[in-house]
């Protein structure tokens, strides 16, 4: 008889869970889970979803453990562990376990995911439990969302498409024009060339903000007098000089000199292309 009870809620286990949402229903899934509690009590017996175990139990002094485990389908195989401490048999115990809560529906609680809730239930013959003492091992758990095979196929080829034609583009422009070139057709400097919006300009913002850093470097720290300080020997002028040449070597404000070379007339760029030369060696 217990083996029939327990293939007819296994079988109801499987069913659609809006098949329990019936309030009438209430009173029979009572009387089928007291049921099955009885059972428990003298069965082992275990079926796809669902469950029994019975041991030995001392009212006085007992623990039971137990151990659940399921099969490559995600069924129930039944408790595959079961201890029973205590020196006489003056009673057993009893456990259920269910795979899903579909017998043991809320009014109040619903859940919004589609998780699997196991259900242990446990009856006492010939005694009283005093309290009952639970162990939680929280899981978290992230959705993981199931696309279809050609969207991860075109999103692959998307993707490829996008870097093969930003590489092409790229190549195309290195070996079709040249981001130096400065000179117009009567070889005079044109701002319209690439040169000046591709290196002048942001080299230009770069040498003002290292002027900037400069001017606040020599105006705050270099050449300040400080009075707070106690000591006779005060810095001379050489070391004050090294220390401001030095300042300008590292923030490459020499590379000032490199636009003035720029003027077109001859001597004058002659004269500082070789200052560029010299100045800037020191980096």
């Known amino acids: 008889a217990s083996v029939a009870v327990l293939t007819t809620v296994s ?22 889970t007291k049921t099955m509690e009885e059972f428990s009590l003298m069965s082992n017996v275990t079926q796809p979803n669902v469950a029994v175990q019975s ?7 007992s623990t039971v453990l137990f ?12 408790f595959t562990s079961t201890r029973s401490e205590g020196s006489s048999n003056d009673g057993r115990v009893g456990f259920v376990l269910y795979q899903n809560d579909k017998l043991f529906q809320s009014r109040i609680y619903r859940s919004n995911n589609n998780l699997s809730k196991q259900i242990v239930s446990g009856n006492i013959d010939g005694g009283r439990a005093n309290g009952v003492e639970i162990a939680f091992n929280p899981k978290a758990f992230q959705i993981k969302y199931k696309y279809a095979k050609p969207l991860e196929y075109i999103s692959y080829v998307g993707v490829g498409l996008s870097i093969a034609g930003l590489t092409i583009t790229i190549l195309f422009q290195i070996f079709t024009s040249c981001w130096l070139a400065a000179l117009d057709q009567n070889q005079n400097f ?10 002048l300009l942001p080299v230009a913002f770069i040498l003002l903000f290292n002027i900037i850093i400069f001017v606040e470097i020599i ?3 270099i050449w300040k007098e400080n009075k707070n300080l106690t000591r006779n020997k005060k810095d001379s002028l050489v070391k004050k000089m090294t220390a401001t040449i030095s300042i300008i070597v590292v923030l490459g404000i020499t590379w000032t000199i490199g636009y003035l070379m720029l003027i077109s007339h ?15 060696a020191t980096q």
């Open 55 to 61: 041991a030995p139990l001392k009212p006085n002094s």
């Open 11 to 32: 079988q109801l286990l499987d069913a659609n869970e809006t098949e329990f949402n019936n309030n009438n229903l209430a009173n029979v899934t009572a009387s089928l």
């Open 190 to 199: 044109s701002m319209k060339k690439p040169m000046f919006w591709s290196f």
């Open 266 to 280: 001859e001597e004058t760029n002659l004269f500082f292309s070789y200052a560029f030369c010299i100045f800037n």
């Open 219 to 221: 105006v705050s720290v």
């Open 67 to 78: 151990l659940a485990q399921r099969g490559k389908l995600g069924h129930v195989v039944g």
